[in-house]
């Protein structure tokens, strides 16, 4: 069995088993496709943000780990955790990130409509928000590569987020492949 259809088969829950025939595995392959086009982005770059942040399937209740911090006490004491600044939506957008210790607001506002704190909760504005942020990068970073790697922040975690991302890319990229080969092999065996 390929990799990517095994891991995609151990991340689906059960009771949301359907079968997915698209070339990217995505359930709102279409949607993303369609505005990857208006952003001027190589849909595959949107599949796999989309997947790589939230899954298979195209919802917009995904909702990341955020930062975690420590609740105190009036003494001091630990008394539990608290999970903030949670990523939003399909393409997980951060309304806010941690500098220097601190955590601080962060609004893609100004970049699109579609980005405003209240439309990231909306599955429409959500990945059009993303596709602005993967148009703006690019022409900010130049490549795909660094794009992809800096979607997910910097360091080492951004850096194997990158090489996950390349192999899902190229999993679809042998689907592709693959069907382009078997309809060829449809259209022989019909004449």
Same mark, same amino acid.
């Given at each position: 069995?390929? =990799?990517?259809?095994?891991?995609?088969?151990? @991340?689906? &829950?059960?009771?949301?088993? +359907?079968?997915?025939?698209?070339? *990217? /595995?995505?359930?709102?392959?279409?949607?993303? =496709?369609?505005?990857?086009?208006?952003?001027? @982005?190589? &849909?595959?770059?949107?599949? +796999?943000?989309?997947?790589?942040? *939230? /899954?298979?399937?195209?919802?917009?209740?995904?909702?990341?780990?955020?930062?975690?911090?420590?609740?105190?006490?009036?003494?001091?004491?630990?008394?539990?955790?608290?999970?903030?600044?949670?990523?939003?939506?399909?393409?997980?957008?951060?309304?806010?990130?941690?500098?220097?210790?601190?955590?601080?607001?962060?609004?893609?506002?100004?970049?699109?409509?579609?980005?405003?704190?209240?439309?990231?909760?909306?599955?429409?504005?959500?990945?059009?928000?993303?596709?602005?942020?993967?148009?703006?990068?690019?022409?900010?970073?130049?490549?795909?590569?660094?794009?992809?790697?800096?979607?997910?922040?910097?360091?080492?975690?951004?850096?194997?987020?990158?090489?996950?991302?390349?192999?899902?890319?190229?999993?679809?990229?042998?689907?592709?492949?693959?069907?382009?080969?078997?309809?060829?092999?449809?259209?022989?065996?019909?004449?």
């Amino acid at each position: 069995m390929n =990799t990517f259809l095994l891991a995609l088969s151990l @991340i689906t &829950p059960p009771h949301h088993k +359907v079968k997915i025939t698209t070339i *990217s /595995g995505l359930q709102d392959e279409y949607q993303l =496709t369609e505005v990857a086009r208006q952003y001027m @982005i190589p &849909p595959i770059i949107m599949w +796999v943000i989309a997947f790589k942040e *939230s /899954g298979v399937y195209g919802n917009n209740l995904a909702r990341g780990p955020g930062v975690v911090v420590v609740v105190r006490d009036s003494l001091g004491d630990s008394v539990g955790y608290k999970r903030i600044c949670r990523e939003i939506g399909r393409m997980q957008i951060a309304p806010c990130i941690v500098k220097d210790g601190v955590i601080v607001p962060q609004s893609w506002a100004w970049l699109s409509h579609h980005c405003t704190h209240q439309n990231l909760y909306s599955y429409y504005h959500n990945i059009r928000c993303g596709a602005a942020i993967l148009h703006y990068r690019k022409v900010k970073l130049v490549t795909w590569n660094a794009v992809i790697m800096r979607y997910n922040g910097v360091g080492t975690m951004a850096q194997k987020y990158r090489k996950n991302a390349k192999q899902i890319i190229g999993d679809i990229i042998l689907r592709m492949i693959e069907r382009q080969s078997h309809d060829s092999l449809l259209v022989e065996s019909s004449k």
